[in-house]
C-alpha cells in the first residue's frame, strides 16, 4: 500500500503495542492480543507460502525452462512431495517421520559445519602471509591465546594465584566486547522501532 | 568585321530560306514596304508627310555638306574594303523604316540605337538601291537582336543634318572608298557603318538626338495608325529619312574627328578576294594607307587599319561558325517569298535571318558566311535561333502498384521509394591493418610467456591448497578418534566450575517437583551435535528430577532433534514416564511476536501440541496458566540472537521463574552479559559446560568421554596455527629479502 494509510496503520499498531507493554491496560490488551494473534498467523502461513514459492516459483520453473541445475530441483521437489505426504499422515511427533530431520538433515549440515572449520584452520595458516601488519600479528596471537584458554590446558593454572586471576580476566575480555556489541545492537533495535513508528522507515512499502 | 554566320549579309538570292527565320511581323513589313514601293513607283507621288521630315534632312544635308554624290563621297572616305561592302550591300533591297516601327515593343528599349539607324539606313538604302531591284534582296533586321540594320553611311550626297545625331553622323565620316568587302562582316547586309577607331557602340547618343530620333519615332508611329497598316511603310519615308551622313573624303564627317574612321558594319559577305582571311591576312586586307586617298585619309586609313583588326579577328572565328549555322537555318527554316522592304534603303542591310547560302545565291562564289561575335549572338532575336527540337515530354509510366495502381502519369511512388537505400550499416569489427596484427602478434607472444608461468603457479596453488586442507582434515580426524578409541575419558578436566554452570545445576536441583519445566528447543541441525552434547546431563538432570516437560520450538526443526536428545537421556535416566511427562508443542512462529504472545498468553500461542491434541487440558499443564507458572525455562539454543528474544520477551514476565540458557561455546560470550545483568540465572555453554555440569552432578557423560579428542583437537590446531604462521612469516621475510 503506497499510500499514507499504511503509514498510519504501523504507527497506531506500533503504539498499542508498545503502550500495551509498558502499561497494563485491559483496553490495550484486548486490542493489543488480537493484533498478536494476527501476526503469528501471517508468520506461519508467510512460511508457507515461502516454501510453496521456492518449489513451485523457483525448482519449478528451472524444470520447465531446462536450466542448468534442473536434475536437482527435480530432486528438490520429489524429496519435498514425499516429506509432505508422510507428514500428512505420521504426523510431525512420529519418530519415523523424525528421522527424516536426524538422518538427512542432521549430517548434511553439520558436514557442512565441519568443513568451516577445517577451512577457517588452513585460512589461518596463510593468515600472516595476508595480513603482515600489526592488527594482524594481534588476531593471530589473540586466536592463539584463546584457543589455549579454551582448550582447558591451562586447569593447573588454578593452584597458582596469579595465574588463576589472570585466566579468569582473560576470560573476562570476549565478554567485554560482547556487551559492547549487544548495546550497539539494543540501540539500533531502538531506532529502528522509532523509525518505523514516526514513519521514518516504511518496510511494508516495496 | 564578318558578321555572324547566322544570317548572312547575303542578297535575296537566299530570301527563300529566310522565310522561315523571319518572323511573321516582319514579313509583314516587308510586304507592306514592297507594296508601297511599288505603289509608288506607280504613282509617282512624292512621300507623305512623315517623309518630309526626312527629305529635308536630306536637302539640308545636301546643301551643308555640298557632296553631289553620296556614293562618290562614301567611296571616298571608306575604306576599300567598306566600300566593296556597300556596294554589295546596295543591291538588297532597302529596309522599310517601319521595320523597327513593327519591332516588338521589347525591342524599341534593346535595339533604341539600332532603330536609329535603321531609319538612317532607310534613306540611305533609298539613294543607294539601283533601279528595279527587288526589295527582297534587302534583308531585314532581325527583331529581336539589337542591332538593327545600322543607317548605312552618308549616302552620295548626303550631308549632316540637323537631326542626325552626332553618333550616326561619326559613322557618315568615313568615305566610300575606304570601306572593303569583309567577308562575313560583323554586321553583314547592306548597311555601312561608319568605321571609326572606336566601335559605333561605344558612341554615346545625346539627350538631342535622342529627343529627335523619339520625335521621328511618334510621328512615324503615328502615321501608321492612322494607315491601319501595321508595319507598313509609310510611302516615301524612306526618302524622308534622314540620310546617313556622308563620309568625306578623308573619311571623316563634319562632326567627326581626325582619327575617327567610320567602320561599315553593314558588310554582309565576306570579300570575294579574301575567302579565309587570317586575322593578319584580314589586317593585310585592310584598307592600307595607299588606298586611301593621300595626306589627311592616310592616318585615318592606318588607324581604321588597326581599328579593324579586331574585326578581322571576329570575321576568322565566325566566319565557320556562320556557315555551320546557315546550314541549320536553311534545313529548318520556310520559305520566304518575299523580302519586305528593307528599312535601311539604299543600303544592303544585314539580314540577321538569311542563311550563309541564301544570301551567297547572288554572289556564291565571294560572299562567305558572317560571323557574329559572342556579344551580338546573345542580342540576337530568339526567332534568328534555330528552335530546339522540342523535348518530348517524358513518356508517361502507369503505375503497377500501389493505391494508383492502373493510373497513368501518376506520381512514381514506387520509384520515390528506390531513392531510398538501406542506411549503412556500420560495422563494429575492428579494422586491423597488417602491421597491426603484426604487432599484436609481437605482443602476444611476450605476455604469453608470463601467462603460461601464471597458470602453472595458479594451477600449483590449487593443488597445494586442496592438499593442505586434506592433510589438516586427516590430522583432526586422527585426532579425534584415536582418544575416542584408545582412552575414553582421558583429559585435561577444568578444575575450577564455570560459575553460570554451577547456577544452572543449582536452579534445576531446586525446581519444584510439581513444577513444569518449559524447555525451547531453539537449535538447527548444523550444531546439533555440540548442542546435544552440552545440554544431555541438564535434561537428564531434570529427568532425573522426574520434572514434566513441554517441549516447544521457534524453528520447524527444533521439536525433532529434541527429540533425539530426549531419547537418549530417557536412556541414561531409566524410568521417565517420556509419554506422560513430555508434551511436545510444536513449533511457534513469529520469532519475537510469538516469543511475545507465548509470554502474554501461552495457552493461546500454543493451544495444541504436536499431535493436535488440546495441550492445556494435560495434566502436565493443568496448572499452568501464565509462563510464570513454570518451575523453569530452559532455552537450548546455538544462536546468541534467540536466547536474546527470550530474555527479551519472556523473561520479564517470568517473575521468580529462572531462565536458563544452555548455548554452544560460540554464543556464550555473546549471554555472558545478561548473566552478568541477572536476567540469565544460568548458563551452560559448550562442551566444556558440559563437562563441567557433568562433574557436577558426578555423572558420566559423553561430553567427558569427548572433551579428550577435544582438547587434543584444539592442540593440533594451536599447532598447525603456529607452524603455518611462522613459516609464512620466514617466507615472506625470505621473499623481501629476494626481491
Redesign the interface.
Known sequence: MRSPIAAILAFLVGAVVLAGYFTPSPLLHSIRTPLLDCAVTLAGVAGLIAIANLVFGVHWKRIRTRASGSSFSIVLIIAFVLTFVAGLFLGPSHPEYQKVVTGIQVPIEASLMAMLGITLAYSSLKFLQRQRNWMGFVFFISVLFFLILNSGLLSFSTDIPILRDLVSGAHQLPVGGARGILLGVALGSLATGIRILIGADRPYNN | MSGSGESQPEEPAGDQGEESEVPDWLMRIRMREQAERESRSKTGEEAAAPKDWLEEMRARQDAESGIASPEEKEESALPDWISDLKAESLQEQPSTSSEPVQASGDEEDDGEWLKKLAAWNQAGSEQNIPAGQPPEEQKPAEPGSGFEQPAPPAAAGGSADESTPDWLRSFLGQPAEESQPQAGGFLSGSEEMPASEEQPVEKTISDEEKASFDEFMKSRHAELVEQNLPGEEVPGEAETQPEPEPLSESGQTAETTPGDEVYDFSSEEKSPEQPEETPHAEAASLPTAGETPAGETALSAQASEADLEWLSEYHETFEEEGQAEAATEQAGKGKEEEKPEQPFLGVNRYDWAAKPEEAAGENAEEIESAKLPPWLQKLRSVDSIPLAEAVEPAKTKTESEGPLAGIEGALQSAEVADLYTKPLTYSTKVQVTERQSMRADILRSMVEKHAVKTESAEVAAKHR?LL??ML??LL?IVAAVVPLVLQPGT??????YPPETANAYTLVNAIPAEKTVLVAADF??????EISLSSQMLVEHLMLRNLPMAILSTN??G???M??ILDKAQVNAGGYDRANQVI?L??????S??L??LA??PS??MPF????TPAWDLPALQNVHAVSDFGAVVVITEDADSA?YWVEQVQPVLGTTPLIVVCS?QAA??L??YY?SGQISGLVS?L?GAAAYEQILQRPGSAVNV?GA??LI??I??L??????A???I??STQTNRA
Request: cysteine-free.
Open positions: 591448497f593442505g586442507k589438516i582434515g583432526l583429559a585435561l578436566l577444568p578444575a575450577i538447527e541441525a548444523g550444531l546439533s551435535g520447524p526443526t521439536s525433532a532433534l527429540d533425539s511436545s510444536g513449533y511457534l512462529p513469529g520469532g511476536v510469538g511475545q504472545e502474554r498468553d493461546a500461542a501440541t504436536s499431535s493436535l536474546r561455546a560470550p555473546m555472558q552479559p552478568d559448550g566444556s572433551y577435544y582438547q584444539l592442540v590446531l594451536i598447525v596455527i603456529l607452524i603455518g604462521g613459516v609464512s612469516l617466507r615472506s
